[in-house]
């Protein structure tokens, strides 16, 4: 039998989710009143799939812990600080979700409290103004704070935003993530005439390869793909998920959010 914490709030879709988790999963699991609101923004969005983040940025995800230091592209940024969520990997190659806050140390790389596979969102601490973006990456060599490898990177930071805009995220072992929808435009005025495909795609602990859940074009005319997902996308422990970007010529401008809430194992 599913568990939530007020069922009088509960909706029949959100109850459909929970069963769905049990029937499939074999797993008991209750309502966490933990919600999640992810979006991001790519402004140069080419022929080949790609994530949807700052600077074009893909996100480095890898087996181990090997996301190790935290640094600004500014050198005001000397006793700021930064919060990060994160996904430790332990021995069985489980996620772990661990936040954690970061003071940075300029274009100086500091490291971080704890090594880890996962940065799906980087933000300000209260109090700090961060003046320049801030990467968390494996601790290679950086010139003016930018890793000269930008495959290491495992998110970023922009100065402009105070967060990432990154439109992923990943779901921790102990959790489901019940998706309510998503959604992806193409900015008015900067992709006249243009389209793209847009993937929302999944990836478990044991493989290398994204798989699309669902698909949408989004165009200039309309500019809007992706829709409220009924019944609920259902994302399954240690799982990464991201919006993704085709487009149909190069230089498009795209921004993509997705929602939900997580659903605890007990």
Avoid: W
Avoid at 105 to 110: E, L, S, W
Avoid at 203 to 225: F, M, P, W
Wanted: net charge negative; with cysteine; proline share 3%.
């Amino acid at each position: 039998m599913t568990s939530r914490y007020d069922s009088s709030s509960v909706d029949n879709f959100i109850e459909l989710a929970l069963s769905e988790i049990e029937s499939t999963y074999g797993t008991k699991v209750r309502t966490n009143r933990k919600t999640l609101l992810k979006f991001g923004r790519n402004n140069n969005v080419g022929t080949a799939i790609t994530a949807i983040n700052y600077n074009n940025i893909v996100p480095f995800q890898p087996d181990t812990n090997s996301i190790t230091t935290i640094n600004s592209t500014s050198a005001s940024d000397v006793g700021k600080a930064v919060t990060l969520d994160t996904m430790v990997t332990d021995g069985n190659g489980d996620f772990i979700f661990t936040f954690q806050t970061v003071t940075l140390n300029g274009t100086t790389a500091v490291t971080l409290p704890s090594a880890c596979s996962r940065v799906s969102r980087i933000k300000r601490a209260e109090g700090s103004d961060i003046v320049g973006d801030v990467y968390a990456h494996t601790g290679g060599a950086t010139t003016g704070g930018v890793p000269n490898d930008l495959g290491t990177v495992g998110n970023v930071l922009s100065a402009v935003e105070q967060t990432t805009l990154y439109a992923g995220t990943s779901v921790a072992s102990t959790n489901y993530l019940v998706l309510t929808n998503y959604s992806a435009y193409l900015v008015s005025g900067n992709n006249q005439g243009s389209e793209a495909n847009i993937r929302l795609e999944i990836r478990g602990k044991n493989s290398n390869v994204y798989r699309t859940i669902e698909l949408a074009t989004a165009q200039s005319d309309n500019g809007k793909a992706g829709s409220y997902l009924i019944p609920y996308q259902i994302i399954p422990p240690n799982h990464d998920v991201r919006v993704t970007a085709e487009g149909a010529t190069t230089g498009l401008d795209i921004v993509a959010t997705f929602q939900g809430f997580f659903a605890d194992i007990y």
